[in-house]
T-cell receptor, first 113, second 114 residues
Framework: DAGVIQSPRHEVTEMGQEVTLRCKPISGHNSLFWYRQTMMRGLELLIY????????DSGMPEDRFSAKMPNASFSTLKIQPSEPRDSAVYFC???????????FGEGSWLTVV | AQSVTQLDSHVSVSEGTPVLLRCNYS??????LFWYVQHPNKGLQLLLKYTSAATLVKGINGFEAEFKKSETSFHLTKPSAHMSDAAEYFCVVSEKNRDDKIIFGKGTRLHILP
């Protein structure tokens, strides 16, 4: 099993640019999570999808952030326009219906300068 | 409502001595409990999980945790620390209910002294 696959692994972008992070969950998993991790705030849940439908987006910081899941095997997290305070590690994770275990991707390291 | 508290933000132990990372939870239902480990600049890796089977759970790298319902605890232990255990550890609680939320603790950074 390939696990949760995220891209890009590292991105450096200038303030104001659009950033798109991508995630492919584990095949057969029906829940997908986007988390953000910073030194100051730790690990924060941004949004959670179940069967491709956003269930809880209360963690999305502001309108500059948006997430989509057009099908069961792909999700994007978009930041437009990006700001330096968005610099963080963004993790995607997925979970199957038969258990509670969440499996994490390796993360996307974002630096906005 | 569910919550999870990791009582120590940092723990330092000498190599070869026991490790204890503490976690307390609150849950309205029968919870599933997990420990994840994150090494520097890496993703989160599942260490072990409790899902209402045996209360003593064995995980990878010699770690284990015991679910104690009466104490609402799920502490992580290892008999003998190794330098490679230096990492951040997260306790997680999950409920399969209407909200279906997964709650992470704030993490405990484990330092191993030579």
């Amino acid at each position: 099993d390939a696990g949760v696959i995220q891209s890009p692994r590292h991105e450096v972008t200038e303030m104001g640019q659009e950033v798109t992070l991508r995630c492919k969950p584990i095949s057969g998993h029906n829940s997908l999570f986007w988390y953000r991790q910073t030194m100051m705030r730790g690990l924060e849940l941004l949004i959670y999808f179940n069967n491709n439908v956003p269930i809880d987006d209360s963690g999305m910081p502001e309108d500059r952030f948006s997430a989509k899941m057009p099908n069961a095997s792909f999700s994007t997290l978009k930041i437009q326009p990006s700001e330096p305070r968005d610099s963080a590690v963004y993790f995607c994770a997925s979970r199957g219906d038969s258990g509670n275990t969440i499996y994490f991707g390796e993360g996307s390291w974002l630096t906005v300068v | 409502a569910q919550s999870v508290t990791q009582l120590d933000s940092h723990v330092s132990v000498s190599e070869g001595t026991p490790v204890l990372l503490r976690c307390n939870y609150s849950s309205s239902y029968s919870p599933s409990l997990f420990w994840y480990v994150q090494h520097p600049n890496k993703g989160l890796q599942l260490l072990l999980k409790y899902t209402s089977a045996a209360t003593l759970v064995k995980g990878i790298n010699g770690f284990e945790a015991e679910f104690k319902k009466s104490e609402t605890s799920f502490h992580l232990t290892k008999p003998s620390a190794h330098m490679s255990d230096a990492a951040e550890y997260f306790c997680v609680v999950s409920e399969k209910n209407r909200d279906d939320k997964i709650i992470f603790g704030k993490g405990t950074r484990l330092h191993i002294l030579p």
